[in-house]
């Protein structure tokens, strides 16, 4: 069983924060382990005060929903009253976020923790995301709903 260890989240939100400083980006990062629960979260100078709050958001919501925030996107529109209901849950921690720059962490094909980064656009806090977590050696292929163990295909929402 891998676990996020805070050394990793470290190199996660660093190697995050340099790839938005080389696009010109002000970002807020987030890293929360396989829970939730918030292991790092930086906030670049420059980033908009909120930032924080919006990636510690999209980092649970891709952890807790086993799944990046775009891939839940079609699920949020055509289920919007089910979605705005889970975060009105007594547990739930902070507002589910289907969106770009919420990126489930995976290792060895285990979800260890959630990735968000706020700030740019929706698509490149996406790009800054995914090129971390691959050049860091994470995986980005999810089954899709419903279809165990099978990679939705390159592009495609599930």
Do not use: C, N
């Not at 890293?31 to 930086?42: P, T």
């Not at 691959?134 to 929402?157: H, N």
Request: glycine share 10%; hydrophobic share 45%; charged share 20%.
């Amino acid at each position: 069983m891998s676990s996020l260890t805070l050394d990793a989240a470290d190199a996660i939100v660093d190697a995050a924060l340099k790839q938005a400083q080389s696009a010109g980006k002000a970002v807020s990062v987030a890293v929360v382990d396989a829970g939730g629960f918030v292991v790092s979260v930086r906030r670049a100078d420059g980033a908009r005060p909120l930032t924080p709050d919006i990636a510690r958001a999209k980092a649970y919501t891709a952890a807790v929903m086993q799944r990046p925030g775009k891939m839940l996107k079609k699920w949020q529109e055509t289920q919007p009253v089910f979605f705005s209901q889970l975060s009105q849950l007594p547990g739930a921690a902070l507002p589910i976020m289907a969106t770009e720059g919420s990126v489930t962490i995976k290792k060895d094909g285990e979800i260890i923790g959630g990735l968000g980064i706020a700030g740019g656009t929706a698509d490149e806090d996406q790009q800054i995301a995914d090129e971390v977590l691959e050049s860091l050696g994470y995986e980005l292929e999810f089954a899709a709903w419903g279809v165990a163990g099978k990679p939705a295909a390159p592009g495609k929402d599930a």
